[in-house]
């Protein structure tokens, strides 16, 4: 039986398909950061840790975590899929970054393959061959990774060239001389064209060099006029910087939104706004989510607004979001009621009942991939319409559902439960068989376990409510 081991789902070349079938096995939630060495310059996580998690816990030490492939990875996933990003150049990638690991072997073995000492010439180097190995050696349960002490001062530029050889050149250049790129990353004219249409720049349309300098305020600068010589030479143009952070970010961001960006050139090609629509009902959706917020609002932040705009008019009461995608946050709070009355209000749509009640959508070509949804009672439960399904580490597994029967519509919401799907029948069951539209009492509430609600304890008849 195969076992495909799950981190965020961030990958774009299919690592965690499961083309013969098998067990998914979701590593999310091991998400510890378990010991930082500060003076060793190393740290200990557990795989399901994110690369901005660890970097947001290590700020305060002066320290970060150099790979960056982008997106929001899990860093089990980056070291199982041996991820580089844009740091590469300097910093290497994630097989120069993994000190050692412990994975789980098919038999059952748990094998830790070194120590944190930066210096060994002891046995096989079986963390090199675990790195990259994409889950097929064993699944990775715990990593010690290299670090960095943040630099002193940090240059971002882009440079627009004549020609792509030119670009080339000028890199080799820069190479050949030792000059210490933190990051290089090439764009042809018709990337900047997108890049500039999605991300809302006003780039050059012509081949462009994304670089980055890191060091002391003086090194960085003698850097930089190294190479605006290197490129004067090889038909590079004017230079424009970004030394702020949040102009650094927004340009790099752009960089790692290529992907997204090149959908736009041919609109529809690809996946659309359905296509994320579907993404979000049926897997877990959160890069979906995040994409509908940037289309929707332009930025997160606006969409998120508007969702809390939206709860305040519904009077939920118990609701609070900080981002579009999931309960991840201590600061983002619900309850199954309010929940409840979120998918009342959804299904009174008829576009999201035909998304909500889909088993399966498939992306039209050339993406040629299947989305299935994960609510089972959609195959099981008469009259079911799915709704959601979900996991938070504050609410256990999640589960909003809706059925129709005899011209009546049962929601119910339940929350932290070992059988969500039994639990939701069962609730679903009591509504049709009592005829009792009305709140849940509070004993069938503890029959059926479900007394928690996320983060603050209420009445149970307010935690789970039908709504006909």
């Known amino acids: 039986m195969p076992i495909i081991p799950f981190g965020t789902g961030t990958s774009l070349e299919g690592q965690v398909n499961a083309p013969f079938g098998g067990i998914s096995l979701d590593l999310s939630h091991m998400n510890r950061i378990l010991t930082v060495h500060a003076e060793d310059f190393d740290c200990v996580v557990e795989p399901g840790v994110t690369r901005k998690a660890l970097n947001e816990h290590l700020r305060e030490e002066g320290l970060f975590f150099s790979i960056d492939p982008g997106a929001d990875a899990s860093l089990g996933g980056m070291a199982a899929t041996r991820a580089s990003g844009t740091n590469a150049v300097r910093y290497g990638t994630m097989r120069d970054n993994v000190l050692n690991l412990t994975a789980v072997m098919a038999d059952g073995t748990l094998l830790k393959t070194g120590n944190r000492a930066r210096k060994s010439a002891s046995g096989y180097d079986l963390t090199r061959l675990l790195v990259g190995s994409e889950g097929t050696l064993g699944i990775i349960t715990e990593l010690t990774l290299k670090l960095h002490g943040i630099p002193e001062t940090i240059l971002s530029a882009v440079c627009p060239f004549a020609t792509i050889e030119g670009v080339c050149n000028a890199t080799i250049a820069a190479m050949q001389i030792g000059l210490p790129l933190a990051r290089i990353e ?236 039994g639990d939701a029948a069962a609730l679903l069951d009591w509504a049709y068989a009592s005829h009792d539209w009305a709140v849940i009492s509070p004993q069938t509430a503890r029959t059926l376990q479900l007394a928690r609600r996320i983060g603050e304890t209420t009445p149970l008849e307010r935690y789970l409510r039908v709504c006909g």
């Open 186 to 421: 090439l764009a042809d004219a018709v990337q900047i064209r997108a890049c500039n249409a999605y991300s809302h720049l006003a780039i050059a349309e012509a081949p462009t060099l994304f670089l980055e300098f890191h060091g002391t305020a003086s090194s960085t600068r003698e850097q930089v006029e190294a190479f605006a010589e290197i490129a004067r030479n090889e038909g590079g143009g004017e230079f424009r910087w970004a030394e702020r952070p949040e102009e650094r970010t927004k340009l790099w961001q752009a960089r790692h939104d290529v992907y997204w960006a090149v959908m736009g050139l041919r609109p529809g090609v690809y996946i659309t706004m359905q296509d994320l629509l579907y993404g979000l009902m049926l897997p877990s959706g959160n890069d979906a989510a995040l994409e509908i917020a940037k289309n929707v609002d332009g930025s997160v932040e606006a969409f998120v607004a508007r969702m809390n705009e939206k709860a305040e008019q519904l009077g939920l009461r118990d609701t609070h979001f900080t981002n579009p995608h999931g309960l991840d946050s201590r600061r983002h709070y619900s309850s199954a009621y309010d929940l409840a009355m979120l998918g009342r209000y959804a299904m009174g749509n008829e576009a999201f009942r035909a998304i909500a009640a889909t088993q399966y959508y498939h992306l039209a070509p050339p993406s040629d991939y299947t989305l299935h949804n994960g609510n089972s009672l959609l195959a099981s439960y008469a009259g079911a319409e799915g709704i959601k399904i979900g996991w938070t580490d504050e609410a256990g597994w999640t589960f909003v559902a809706s059925a129709v029967r005899e011209g009546r519509r049962v929601i119910v919401a339940v929350l932290n439960s070992d059988d969500r799907d």
